[in-house]
Structure formats: structure tokens, C-alpha cells
């Protein structure tokens, strides 16, 4: 296993729409460990492969919580290969996002409450399951980021500019 780079704003990659993967093989699921331990490092619930750079419908989420501070927390790793939605409810629901992709930024997002989603297994296996509450936000969250797009194209234009020309500064800052 690897910890690999996440690529932050306002890199142009995490505008790509990412391919299908073929065939569930051994490079796939050492790049789904390598995820899942980006994941783990950076610390975030949820990653999907363009963080690292890959442009392959795969997403990592473990939404295991931490009922006190300090408590040990049995890990809960889930991967998704090429997921959908194949429905979503009229109800929405409210979360503050974040993304290790726009570091430190949180907004409220609203979203459909429930999704219906499939997808494969590491062995690829097909699975179809009901998501809510986080599992649902999360979720649609990390297939946004597989058609290019982010959490903060759902804010307010002024909002979005601003975090955008926040990071576009940063990075040319950085470039000196
Ligand atoms: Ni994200």
C-alpha cells in the first residue's frame, strides 16, 4: 500500500470525467488500497480515484464514527467500482461538505435525502443499495467528483468564485 498526492483546486484533472473500469483485476484493487489509505492518511470519509490522479470510476468511503473523542474506532472500508444512482428521492437533505480536494473549505450542500446506487465489489460482484444520511450525501458527493464536478458548484456564484480565486492565488503563490 502507497499513500498517494491528492490534487487540490484548482488543478484542471478534477474537472475530468472519469472512465469505467473494465475489469476488476489486481492493479485495481491495489489502487483501491492505496486509496483507502490516502484516505485514511489525509483524514477524510470519502475519496474518489481523480484525487489521486486516475481518472477510473472508483470511489473509497469509510463513515465509521466516533461516539467519543479519543475512542478506538473499528474501520469500516467500502469500495465502490463504477457506481450509480439510479434514484433519487423528491426529499432533500442538508449537510456542511467538505473535500480533500478544497482543503479546509465547508459549505452547506442540499441534496436528495435517499439514493438507490450500484455498484461493483472488489470481486466484481454487482450490489444495489438504499443509502440515507451520510451514506447518501457521501455517496453523491464522490460520483460528482467521477463527472468533474465539485461541491462547491452547488453553492451561490459569488461563493464559488471566491473559494476558486482563493485556491488560484494559493497556487500561484506556491509556484514561486
Ligand atoms: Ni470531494
Known amino acids: 500500500m502507497a499513500i498517494r498526492e491528492i490534487i487540490v483546486l484548482p488543478d484542471k484533472q478534477l474537472r475530468l470525467i472519469s472512465k469505467p473500469v473494465e475489469t476488476v483485476n489486481t492493479e485495481i484493487r491495489q489502487l483501491a488500497d492505496d486509496m483507502l489509505e490516502t484516505m485514511y492518511d489525509a483524514p477524510g470519509i470519502g475519496l474518489a480515484a481523480i484525487q489521486v490522479a486516475i481518472p ?3 470511489v473509497t468511503m469509510d463513515l465509521a464514527k466516533r461516539e467519543k473523542e479519543g475512542e478506538e474506532v473499528k474501520p469500516q472500508p467500502r469500495v465502490f467500482i463504477n457506481p450509480e444512482i439510479l434514484a433519487s428521492s423528491e426529499d432533500l437533505s442538508v449537510y456542511e461538505e467538505g473535500c480533500l480536494s478544497i482543503p479546509e473549505y465547508y459549505e452547506e ?3 436528495p435525502a435517499r439514493v438507490r446506487v ?3 465489489d472488489l470481486d466484481g460482484k454487482v450490489h444495489e443499495e438504499d443509502a440515507e444520511g451520510l451514506y447518501a450525501t457521501c455517496i453523491q458527493h464522490e460520483i460528482d467528483h467521477l463527472n468533474g464536478v465539485l461541491f462547491v458548484d452547488y453553492l451561490s456564484k459569488l ?3 471566491r473559494v476558486i480565486k482563493k485556491f488560484a492565488k494559493a497556487a ?3 509556484a514561486k
Do not use: G, I, T
Open 56 to 58: 477510473l470510476r472508483m
Open 109 to 111: 450542500v442540499e441534496r
Open 118 to 120: 450500484r455498484f461493483l
Open 159 to 161: 461563493k464559488r468564485d
Open 172 to 174: 500561484r503563490l506556491a
